[in-house]
């Protein structure tokens, strides 16, 4: 989304965020590759390319996990890159309303389709505490976005949903790892 907005410096956030991520989990070399050339495509205005890299960038990810038979996690990934995209975008229009870029905020779809995902985990791991979370709040995001076509966001209905997934975000960075 942030890429659609042409917004370059919170292209290079993403991708700063993408790097220490990746680091984190053990992600190969070649990823780490990847997201380096998003934020270099990003500072030369190369929007093009920066979004064949990263369609790229997200299929190796998400082949890598699947290889890993980890279905669980490729959905969770796949979940809070929707999260932090849609925070970056709103916190974006919000800033600099326009009528034009709100649209893009109208994806009652998307939402839903995000939170079929979610009832696709394990039932362990659907019934975690921040699991159960993230979906109830995916269900108040679907009603947010789910205007009559024709009608555009406004800036107070951008400003809830920046709340509701910033809030959404809040919860995964304070989650305390597993001992």
């Known amino acids: 989304i942030a890429v659609e907005?042409?917004?370059g410096q919170q292209v290079k956030n993403i991708g700063s965020d993408i790097i220490k991520l990746a680091k984190a989990l053990g992600v190969s070399e070649k990823l780490l590759g990847r997201g380096?050339?998003?934020n270099?495509?990003?500072?030369n205005n190369e929007w093009d390319t920066l979004q064949e890299?990263?369609?790229a960038t997200q299929n190796e990810v998400k082949a890598s996990m699947q290889s890993h038979a980890d279905q669980d996690l490729v959905i969770l990934v796949t979940l809070g890159g929707w999260i932090r995209g849609t925070q970056v975008v709103t916190s974006a229009i919000v800033q600099n309303y326009n009528e034009q870029s709100a649209k893009v905020l109208r994806q009652p779809a998307l939402?839903?389709?995000m939170q079929s995902k979610?009832?696709?985990i394990s039932p362990e791991l659907r019934n975690e505490p921040l699991v159960k979370d993230l979906s109830n709040e995916l269900g108040k995001i679907e009603k947010l976005v789910s205007s009559p076509p024709g009608?555009?966001?406004d800036i107070e209905e951008v400003r809830k949903v920046n709340e509701a997934v910033g809030k959404m975000m809040q919860e995964i960075e304070n989650k305390e790892a597993p001992k």
């Open 40 to 43: 270099e495509f990003a500072e």
């Open 111 to 113: 939402v839903h389709f």
């Open 53 to 55: 890299e990263l369609e």
């Open 36 to 38: 380096s050339s998003i």
């Open 118 to 120: 979610i009832n696709e």
């Open 151 to 153: 009608k555009t966001p």
């Open 5 to 7: 907005a042409k917004d």
